[in-house]
């Protein structure tokens, strides 16, 4: 095992690959049925989806045939959402190469197609690829470009071993990202069965909300809460002040806190214990909803794009109100109200103000749905705090092997640090 490199080389990419544009498919020949074409649409930052990929018929497939994928092939996306990258698998084939989409043709004679796949999505390439991309919207890169890129290439042996390890930090975060959406999806289920069902119980009623436990009440949800409260606040002085980014599409956390002087009664105003609705596209879609908690100043001042409810102790706990306004009932009856110009919309305050009804158990029972949903919600914290651990594992670990800082033996695949 050597400390120096002196086994590496630093190659244009173009030198042991080439980046194949796709074909300019025309639009006019899309369909339902054939073959999927892979469009920059179909380039996400997890990878390669064709579920809602267009067709072209097979018919027309004469003389394109160069354009059809293969299992392995390492896409990157040239438009639009630059550097996005993703490989083919059995899932995704027969597909066809669009334009603005390249695939590299490795000689694998010099070149791991699994080493550049890392390579590709490593920060420092990443970095390099927003540099080349030409100016306007959406920006764009030229084969040319991506080819003209000088990379630090070990030996076929180094870069397989480099590859594998992290592929398994890859496959780590594959297997954290399946038990966080079976979480996700047993706590949505368990949540729309307990604020329908709750516990235990055994005599129902029906209401204008469906079969409800007979110990429940339906009634309007301004019946036990406030809509924008508008709290008055001291000009002048500085408040916690809480961004759209600082709200979870999954949790009820507050992610962090922002301060700002309160100059004009403009803004939404809270505090701890209200919840946080977003109501603008596409934010009330992706789910983003907050409760507020231990403020240090117990209020608080944030975007306007939040609508406050403010939940009366008496009748109804914070953390209840807050599932019941992510229910999948509530959530699909807001979005379906929401109006405006596209990309826009909003979800009327009317809709909480006026509109909603909630089903209400006692105090008591709203206490232990609470506690039994909290504790999907921490269960899902912890693969969250997980799964960013990876993310700066693979981010650091990526630095080191492809640059060489680290070096790796092929055959005893342990680490050896370079001096």
Known sequence: MTDQRHDWQQVALGSVCRLQGGFAFKSAAFTDRGIPIVRMSNMKEAGLDLSDAVCYPDELLLGLERFLLEPGDLLLGLSGSIGFSAQVTEAHTPSLLNQRVGRFLVDESQLSVDFLAQLVKSASFQKTLRMLA??????????????????????????????????????????????????????????????????????????????????????????????????????????????????????????????????????????????????????????????????????????TEFIVLSPSPEQILPEFLYYTVRSERVRSYAMSRMGGTTGRQRVPSEVFKEELQIALPPLDEQKRIGEILRGFDQKIAAEQRGRKGLQELKAGLSELLLSGQTRVVPSDACLCESK
Not at 167 to 189: M, R
Not at 198 to 215: K, M, V, Y
Not at 251 to 271: A, C, H, M, T
């Open 134 to 303: 030409s100016g306007g919207a959406p920006a764009n890169l030229s084969a040319k470009d991506v080819e003209g890129i000088l990379i630090d290439l070990p030996t076929l042996k180094e870069q397989r071993r480099i590859a594998e390890i992290l592929a398994s930090i890859d496959q780590a975060l594959v297997k954290t990202d399946a038990i966080l959406a079976q979480t996700q999806e047993v706590k949505q289920g368990t949540m729309d069965l307990l604020l329908q069902k709750g516990i235990g119980h055994e005599s129902f009623r029906q209401t204008e909300l469906g079969e409800l436990p007979a110990s429940w009440q339906a009634l309007p949800l301004k019946k036990v809460c406030k809509v924008n409260p508008g709290y008055r606040l001291n000009r002048g002085e500085t408040y916690p002040y809480i961004e759209m980014a600082a709200l979870d599409t999954t949790l009820p956390d507050i992610q962090y806190l922002l301060e700002r002087e309160v100059k004009s009664p403009g803004g939404s105003r809270f505090k701890s214990g209200d919840v946080l609705f977003a109501r603008i596209t596409p934010c009330t879609e992706n789910g983003k909803i907050g409760l507020v908690q231990d403020l240090p100043s117990n209020y608080g001042v944030g975007s």
